[in-house]
């Protein structure tokens, strides 16, 4: 009951984050409402164990970048940091950079690992 279009944006925004946290994400989606989510809600699936995760470690700039929540700036700062300090041991080194603050980590933190 959704359509071709709202079917090709909820895929869009899965593969772009790598997976769903949230149902609320779908609200991003042109023209979705809370009405229509309601609707779709009980044939969802959202498991945020099932976000494809990026290693911070090992992600190259490029792919970091690719990921709609994390900026231009916020890939070449995690990528330089990791190539000329050390690799991360925690995801809150990320506070190192001067582009994630408290808020973005929060907001990143789910689809990013350290391994």
Do not use: C, W
């Not at 991003?28 to 494809?52: A, G, H, Q, T």
């Not at 190259?60 to 690719?66: A, H, M």
């Amino acid at each position: 009951g959704i359509g071709p279009f709202f079917a090709k944006e909820i895929l869009k925004i899965r593969e772009n984050y790598g997976g769903f946290i949230s149902s609320d994400q779908l609200l991003d989606i042109y023209r979705m409402d809370e009405e229509k989510l309601s609707e779709i809600l009980p044939y969802l699936i959202i498991d945020p164990n099932e976000v494809n995760k990026l290693n911070v470690n090992t992600a190259s700039e490029e792919q970091l970048r690719k990921h709609p929540l994390i900026s231009r700036d916020m890939a070449k700062s995690i990528v330089y940091f990791r190539k000329n300090h050390k690799e991360y041991d925690s995801l809150n080194d990320l506070l190192l950079s001067p582009y994630i603050d408290g808020q973005v980590l929060k907001t990143i933190m789910p689809y990013l690992k350290v391994e």
